[in-house]
């Protein structure tokens, strides 16, 4: 491979040039050319010219160089057409349609121009002695495919660039929480606006006069929220403070107010000024991204009136028994952190979760008398209160919603025994299911650990003595290693929810 960089300057300078390839003639003949086109510039670049002595050299050079501008490919005096052969090389191989192909033919082909241009993806076709006028009309030739060129890629990264917004706006729809959402957000502007080696970013949530940060980068991750004051004209004027170079580079900023009366700030502090397509793209994107921003706080929003109602509906129970709700609280987070530790992924142990609640809910059923005898229960007493898993289970089992098919299950089996004996269908092992198994955990370190109306919250250590005795009996025994290995975690949520707390 020949390189000729025309004007001497070097390999950095080199980098900004525009790349043309020479297909053909001597050696003399491409010195020639570097030199007539040493001074030429065209916004501001100038020439680095290749040089492929023949056509078996050339499909090598244009693989390695990817940023070739310009193809000069010479036809010679013969009626050899294997060059043009390159041009469908590039085309169809290479998938190149950006590079414009110049075709500069002996005379001999005068005829053949028109059919030339049909058959051939060519851009420009000139016989040898029209650019004998001058070095200016060769100079002109170039100006008018370098300018083809720049367009054609402009346009070709001008789609990628929106592609690539429609895909990042499509991905942040996986986020689970707007923190998540936020760094996600951060993380595709930083692309957008090429400005990966920013100074900072910082993702701004404003409820109730106070702002929040969703998610920070660079500078502003330490930034603490508390000292902002809460006008938005306020507020860019003093991030801009932080970077005493600021001065020099205009920052990127969206801010967005919404119906609900929350209102968010996109600030990008940039090591460089983005371009005007940059900031219409990163504007875009947020925009497109603002409406994830609200379906995910909506999300929430929905998901936390579910929960209260589960735990609503669950304390239905618990309270007429004499119990606290914060006992179906307990046992939601028991189930959650042993569905991890078994090894559950997190939306699974999430659901069980949501559904463990619930698992007294027959409950509803049961007289007063009962509920809140606080002595011995007679046989038939018993066999009452033994009816609350079924009852539980006929009134959850009809609906498909998930949380509720999984809260059916769970009220049915939790009063089974992995060694069998339990109620009410009397399964053992593993006919229990998953669920069953680690709410009746759940359910009974915390009955064990609380007071009730018939007996005081027992000490720790017999609590682990009778989960001991009754592993692989009452308990699945890996589940039971598992809880005994992770008491000081189970001991630690029990703490945070007391009964002396209301929900």
Same mark, same amino acid.
């Given at each position: 491979?020949?390189?000729?960089?025309?004007?001497?300057? !070097?390999?950095?300078?080199?980098?900004?040039?525009?790349?043309?390839?020479?297909?053909?003639?001597?050696?003399?003949?491409?010195?020639?050319?570097?030199?007539?086109?040493?001074?030429?510039?065209?916004?501001?670049?100038?020439?680095?010219?290749?040089?492929?002595?023949?056509?078996?050299? #050339?499909?090598?050079?244009?693989?390695?160089?990817?940023?070739?501008?310009?193809?000069?490919?010479?036809?010679?005096?013969?009626?050899?057409?294997?060059?043009?052969?390159?041009?469908?090389?590039?085309? /169809?191989?290479?998938?190149?349609?950006?590079?414009?192909?110049?075709?500069?033919?002996?005379?001999?082909?005068?005829?053949? @121009?028109?059919?030339? *241009?049909?058959?051939?993806?060519?851009?420009?076709?000139?016989?040898?002695? @029209?650019? !004998?006028?001058?070095?200016?009309?060769?100079?002109?030739?170039?100006?008018?495919?370098?300018?083809?060129?720049?367009?054609?890629?402009?346009?070709?990264? @001008?789609?990628?660039?929106?592609?690539?917004?429609?895909?990042?706006?499509?991905?942040?729809?996986?986020?689970?929480?707007?923190?998540?959402?936020? &760094?996600?957000?951060?993380?595709?502007?930083?692309? $957008?606006?090429?400005?990966?080696?920013?100074?900072?970013?910082?993702?701004?949530?404003?409820?109730?006069? /106070?702002?929040?940060?969703?998610?920070?980068?660079?500078?502003?991750?330490?930034?603490?929220?508390? $000292?902002?004051?809460?006008?938005?004209?306020? %507020?860019?004027?003093?991030?801009?403070?932080?970077?005493?170079?600021? #001065?020099?580079?205009?920052?990127?900023?969206?801010?967005?107010?919404?119906?609900?009366?929350?209102?968010?700030? %996109?600030?990008?502090?940039?090591?460089?000024?983005?371009?005007?397509?940059?900031?219409?793209?990163? =504007?875009?994107?947020?925009?497109?991204?603002?409406?994830?921003?609200?379906?995910? +706080?909506?999300?929430?929003?929905?998901?936390?009136?579910?929960?209260?109602?589960?735990?609503?509906?669950?304390?239905?129970?618990?309270?007429?028994?004499?119990?606290?709700?914060?006992?179906?609280?307990?046992?939601? =987070?028991?189930?959650?952190?042993?569905?991890?530790?078994?090894?559950?992924?997190?939306?699974?142990?999430?659901?069980?979760?949501?559904?463990?609640? *619930?698992?007294?809910?027959?409950?509803?059923?049961?007289?007063?008398?009962?509920?809140?005898?606080?002595?011995?229960?007679?046989?038939?007493?018993?066999?009452?209160?033994?009816? &609350?898993? $079924?009852?539980?289970? +006929?009134?959850?089992?009809?609906?498909?919603?998930?949380?509720?098919?999984?809260?059916?299950?769970?009220?049915?089996?939790?009063?089974?025994?992995?060694?069998?004996?339990?109620?009410?269908?009397?399964?053992?092992?593993? +006919?229990? &299911?998953?669920?069953?198994?680690?709410?009746? %955990?759940?359910?009974?370190?915390?009955?064990?650990?609380?007071?009730?109306?018939?007996?005081?919250?027992?000490?720790?250590?017999?609590?682990? !003595?009778?989960?001991?005795?009754?592993?692989?009996? &009452?308990?699945?025994?890996?589940?039971?290693?598992?809880?005994? =290995?992770?008491?000081?975690?189970?001991?630690? %949520?029990?703490?945070?929810?007391?009964? +002396?707390?209301?929900?």
């Amino acid at each position: 491979m020949n390189r000729y960089a025309g004007n001497g300057e !070097d390999d950095q300078a080199v980098a900004t040039e525009w790349n043309i390839l020479l297909i053909g003639g001597g050696r003399d003949e491409a010195l020639l050319l570097s030199r007539l086109l040493a001074d030429f510039r065209f916004e501001g670049r100038g020439i680095r010219l290749l040089h492929a002595a023949d056509i078996a050299e #050339a499909p090598k050079m244009l693989e390695e160089e990817t940023d070739i501008a310009v193809v000069m490919l010479e036809l010679g005096d013969s009626e050899d057409r294997k060059p043009l052969y390159l041009v469908d090389y590039i085309r /169809r191989t290479l998938l190149n349609a950006a590079v414009r192909v110049v075709v500069v033919a002996d005379k001999s082909w005068a005829d053949a @121009e028109e059919e030339i *241009m049909f058959r051939y993806d060519i851009n420009t076709f000139r016989l040898k002695g @029209e650019l !004998d006028g001058g070095i200016g009309k060769l100079k002109s030739a170039l100006v008018g495919s370098l300018r083809a060129y720049r367009d054609f890629k402009k346009t070709e990264d @001008e789609k990628k660039s929106l592609e690539y917004v429609a895909l990042s706006s499509s991905l942040v729809l996986n986020a689970a929480s707007l923190e998540e959402l936020g &760094h996600d957000v951060l993380h595709h502007l930083a692309s $957008i606006l090429n400005t990966k080696y920013a100074y900072g970013g910082l993702i701004l949530q404003k409820s109730n006069r /106070r702002w929040r940060k969703l998610a920070a980068t660079g500078r502003f991750v330490d930034l603490d929220a508390n $000292i902002l004051p809460w006008q938005i004209e306020d %507020i860019l004027p003093l991030l801009r403070t932080f970077n005493q170079e600021q #001065a020099l580079f205009e920052g990127f900023d969206f801010y967005s107010p919404n119906v609900s009366g929350t209102e968010r700030l %996109i600030f990008i502090d940039p090591y460089r000024t983005p371009s005007e397509w940059e900031y219409y793209l990163a =504007e875009s994107y947020c925009a497109n991204t603002e409406a994830v921003f609200e379906n995910l +706080e909506l999300r929430h929003e929905i998901e936390s009136t579910q929960k209260e109602i589960i735990y609503t509906l669950g304390e239905i129970a618990e309270t007429r028994s004499q119990e606290t709700g914060f006992h179906v609280k307990r046992v939601a =987070e028991y189930t959650k952190l042993l569905a991890l530790k078994y090894g559950l992924p997190e939306e699974e142990a999430n659901l069980l979760a949501l559904a463990s609640p *619930m698992h007294d809910i027959g409950k509803v059923g049961i007289s007063d008398s009962i509920l809140n005898k606080p002595g011995k229960l007679t046989f038939e007493e018993y066999q009452t209160m033994q009816g &609350h898993a $079924i009852s539980g289970y +006929e009134m959850l089992k009809h609906s498909s919603r998930p949380i509720l098919k999984t809260a059916a299950i769970i009220a049915l089996q939790h009063h089974e025994k992995y060694g069998g004996g339990g109620y009410p269908q009397g399964l053992s092992g593993e +006919e229990i &299911h998953l669920y069953g198994r680690i709410t009746a %955990i759940a359910d009974v370190f915390d009955a064990l650990a609380s007071d009730r109306v018939y007996k005081k919250a027992w000490p720790v250590c017999e609590i682990i !003595d009778l989960f001991k005795e009754e592993r692989g009996k &009452h308990f699945d025994p890996r589940l039971t290693d598992l809880f005994l =290995e992770h008491l000081e975690e189970f001991l630690e %949520i029990k703490s945070q929810y007391t009964d +002396e707390k209301v929900f």
